[in-house]
Nanobody
Framework: QVQLVESGGGLVQAGGSLRLSCAAS????????MGWYRQAPGKQRELVAA???????NYADSVKGRFTISRDNAKNTVYLQMNSLKPEDTAVYYC?????WGLGSLSSWGQGTQVTVSS
């Protein structure tokens, strides 16, 4: 299976930047897409950005032009560079990996990292 560990969250002022990292371990050779999700208090978890094994990316409309997802396959790590942060970006950010397992696929989640943007 695949295990994920996030790092890089914290407190930042509006307009600032943070970089999140997510390191994968275990059956990393089977990983397909990886992504970042977030969940604010009282809200559902939502997709922020995703990247395929080939490097194709997609973003939530709310973060386009401000966030960049990237992936280092050699290090089994995915990053989320967050610029021009807004208070509404405050949430717990979770890393996700979809990977092949047997004849199907599974999804693994990290423990989450808190991002707080002050106004």
């Amino acid at each position: 299976q695949v295990q994920l560990v996030e790092s890089g969250g914290g407190l930042v002022q509006a307009g600032g930047s943070l970089r999140l990292s997510c390191a994968a371990s275990g059956s990393t050779f089977s990983i397909n897409a990886m992504g970042w999700y977030r969940q604010a208090p009282g809200k559902q978890r939502e997709l922020v950005a995703a990247i395929s094994s080939g490097g194709s990316t997609n973003y939530a409309d709310s973060v386009k032009g401000r966030f960049t997802i990237s992936r280092d396959n050699a290090k089994n790590t995915v990053y989320l560079q967050m610029n021009s942060l807004k208070p509404e970006d405050t949430a717990v950010y979770y890393c996700n990996a979809d990977y092949a397992w047997g004849l199907g696929s599974l999804s693994s989640w990290g423990q989450g990292t808190q991002v707080t943007v002050s106004s």
